[in-house]
């Protein structure tokens, strides 16, 4: 099976190529320039160095969120343009389980991408096996503290939200550092995930690839069914 | 707070350029006043200001004109805006974290959404004619 992977969630801009679990191509990209200019030229030199065409592509797997909105959408709508004319199965990846899946070893991933106003939005993973210790949400950064002090394994923070968290963390014990030049999103990493969807037959078809921005954080979602009721309860 | 008084379209232009020598990349600039108060004009001078090559025209229909250039600027208008999910969804904080600067029309519909990020108000206010009062908070010209 071969995977064109796509990231363009946050700043940097990634693409990889994988034929089952070897890995054939990957680039990531974080110069700034935004990824309407740069992502298509990046798919076509993957597939060019690659010797491969659209065609060959038996899955694509992009980033669905979180993660910038404007990014999101132009990763989405690439991987969808490539896809529809041969219906090409593609696998809507989680941001933050991405992150999470190119770190491996003994400890907790947590995820976080900035999501302004002292939030993130994130999630963490457990480094061994991959499993999810918490679901993707916008969460405020204090919010993380209980998850934080009540973990039992090394920790450590990626994404572009993980200096926020590193800020408030950093000094704890157990809280690992990462290098900031390992810890960027990994196309290789989509590729991995899109992989493990398709075989859990979680794939969609290109019409079905719909962007998951996680906007509103629980709190702010408790407090919208905290209103909404008061309004009902009003109206009785 | 620094108020100014513009006798002509141009002029108005002209104060826009002004200000783009003192804004920083990813500065929102907040502006109020009616419909013809000369805040279309203001953006002109503002983009012209900033390096911007694109030409500049009413976000009113498009909701975002982006113009590229130098330092690129995002042209919002918010009259059809009003709750953050279409705020978000419309790229808004998108264009502030990638460093243009945005300016936005209308921007007493979401007047407290916006305040959270410390924007630089310009309020134009028609005193007939071509002549108009515009007053500049949050940036020194």
């Given at each position: 099976m071969k995977i064109l992977a796509v990231d363009t969630a946050g700043k940097t801009a990634g693409v990889a190529l994988m034929e089952d679990e070897r890995l054939l191509y990957e680039c990531c990209l974080n110069n700034g320039l935004p990824h309407s200019q740069t992502l298509l030229p990046l798919i076509d030199q993957c597939l060019n160095l690659c010797g491969l065409?659209?065609?060959?592509?038996?899955l694509y797997g992009v980033n669905a969120g979180p993660g910038s909105f404007t990014g999101l959408r132009i990763g989405l709508a690439a991987v969808k343009g490539l896809a529809l004319p041969r219906k090409t199965p593609c696998a809507p990846v989680s941001t933050l389980e991405a992150l999470a899946a190119a770190h491996v070893g003994e400890g907790t991933v947590v995820c976080a991408l900035d999501a302004r106003r002292a939030q993130v939005y994130c999630a963490a993973f457990d480094l061994a096996t991959h499993d999810r210790l918490m679901e993707d949400d916008a969460r405020a950064?204090?919010?993380l503290a209980e998850f934080v002090k009540k973990s039992k394994k090394p920790l450590f923070f990626v994404g572009d939200g993980a200096a926020l968290c590193y800020n408030e963390y950093?000094?704890?014990?157990?809280v690992l550092p990462t290098a900031p030049a390992l810890a960027l999103p990994r196309a290789a990493a989509v590729a991995m995930v899109a992989r493990k969807m398709a075989l859990a037959g979680q794939a969609v078809l290109p019409e079905a690839l719909m962007p998951d921005y996680h906007r509103l954080s629980q709190a702010e979602r408790e407090r919208a069914a905290k209103l909404a009721a008061q309004k009902a309860g009003g109206q009785e | 707070m620094t108020e100014y008084i513009t006798h002509s379209r141009a002029e108005t232009v002209e104060l826009g350029r002004r200000m783009a020598q003192a804004v920083s990349p990813g500065a929102l600039i907040a502006f109020t006043g009616?419909?013809?108060?000369g805040k279309t004009a203001f953006c002109e001078g503002l983009a012209a200001g900033l390096g911007c090559t694109d030409p500049v025209s009413s976000p009113t229909f498009a909701i975002v004109n982006y113009y590229r250039g130098a330092r690129p600027m995002a042209h919002f208008d918010l009259y059809r805006i009003s709750t953050e999910a279409d705020l978000c969804a419309a790229g808004f904080y998108d264009y502030l974290d990638q460093g243009a600067v945005v300016a936005v029309e209308w921007s007493e519909n979401l007047a407290q959404l916006l305040e959270l990020e410390h924007p630089i108000r310009v309020e134009i206010q028609s005193l007939g004619g071509e002549e108009r009062r515009i007053r500049i908070e949050g940036v020194e010209l």
């Open positions: 065409h659209c065609a060959d592509i038996d950064v204090k919010d950093g000094s704890l014990d157990g | 009616g419909l013809g108060a």
